[in-house]
């Protein structure tokens, strides 16, 4: 997948410092561990949790880490990997024939596809032809800047002639996944990390037995329950101003929650003076400006990455609105002038 500044939009505070020991139920004393890597996704993951012992630990850090790769490999775009149809085999095949899948690809299909529902085309995974010219111009410019340019209009308008929701064809009984337009092409990646995320949570807790741990991949975060005393996780949202003494705008409180941020200061190009992120409105097919960031907090990691994406692409009002019909859903935006703006219950959240 494709490389990006590595600047996380939601940064871990670690609410105690050093090893603190704790009582579990099965009556032996609890130590809290660390441990961050470089692998998945392209971007740091840091990840605390609490185990009997370092060898544990590091045992379910291994079981983890594996699951991240596994969900890397399957919903990456740019690379074939041996044995495994993927995202981009399916894009490979756009107009060929049906490509066999592993469920996690379908899963995580349908719920782009009711997303995409759900905030009016605002999240559409369909959207791969007109990413990939935003991404190829991006790269160059962050690799020249001096000639960087933005993509010509027509050339992207072209593109949107191609990113139909409805020509992506799923049949579940026989498990494949058809483009039917072959100059289509999906991109998942306004949902893929959180979804992620969320099933690895889900297997921590439900497989290998996890009580308490966090997880930061990027701007994704995701609790599963708190810390041993029955407290709190504690996390900071990122200043969009990276050059600011001030590191983090505000800090909340969550458990069993997910946090994450959408932002306009993670994978962005200057042209002219002016930045443009990754984030791409599928109307105007230009890179949405109408924030700094937006935080989402949510039960499931993948839904907030979506919600993220889809309220940073929509003005202020029309965003609030969204949100605060959602039942479990809270939102934050960071305006431009720095002014924050918060969803009608988002602030139980903060410290």
Known sequence: MEKKRQIAAVLILLALIGL??????????????????????????QIIGYASSKEQ???????????????????????????????????????????????????LLKLGI???EKTDGNMNIAMGSVLSI????REAGSE?????????????????EHTDIHDIVIDEEASTVYLTDPDMSL???????????????EYAKNELGIQYMLFSVGGNVCAIGGHPDGSAWAVGIQNPDVESDQAYIKKVEVQ??????????????????????????????????NFS????????????????????NVPLAEGMEFVNQLDGVEAMWILEDGSIQYSDGFEEYTR
């Open 256 to 289: 069993d929650l997910s946090v994450v941020t959408s932002g306009n200061y993670q994978r962005y190009y200057t042209v002219d003076g002016k930045r443009y992120c990754h984030i791409i409105n599928q109307d105007t097919l230009m890179p949405a400006d």
């Open 293 to 312: 960031s937006v935080t989402i907090i949510t039960n499931d990691s993948g839904m907030a990455d979506a919600y993220s994406t889809a309220v940073f």
């Open 144 to 160: 020249d800047p001096d000639s960087a340019e933005l993509p010509p209009m027509d050339e992207l308008e072209k593109a949107a």
């Open 57 to 107: 630990f590091s045992e379910q850090m291994s079981l983890i880490k594996d699951k991240f790769q596994y969900y890397n490999d399957l919903y990456d775009i740019y690379h074939d990997y041996e044995g495994m149809n993927n995202i981009k085999t399916i894009n490979d095949n756009a107009g060929i024939q049906p490509v066999k899948v592993d469920e996690e690809i379908i899963e």
């Open 114 to 116: 009711t997303m995409d």
């Open 134 to 137: 935003w991404h190829d111009y």
């Open 187 to 201: 991109d998942v990646g306004s949902i893929g990390k959180g979804y992620a995320v969320q099933k690895v949570a």
């Open 20 to 45: 603190i020991a704790y009582r579990h139920s099965t009556g032996k004393d609890l130590e809290k561990y660390e441990a961050s890597f470089f692998d998945v996704f392209d971007t740091q993951t």
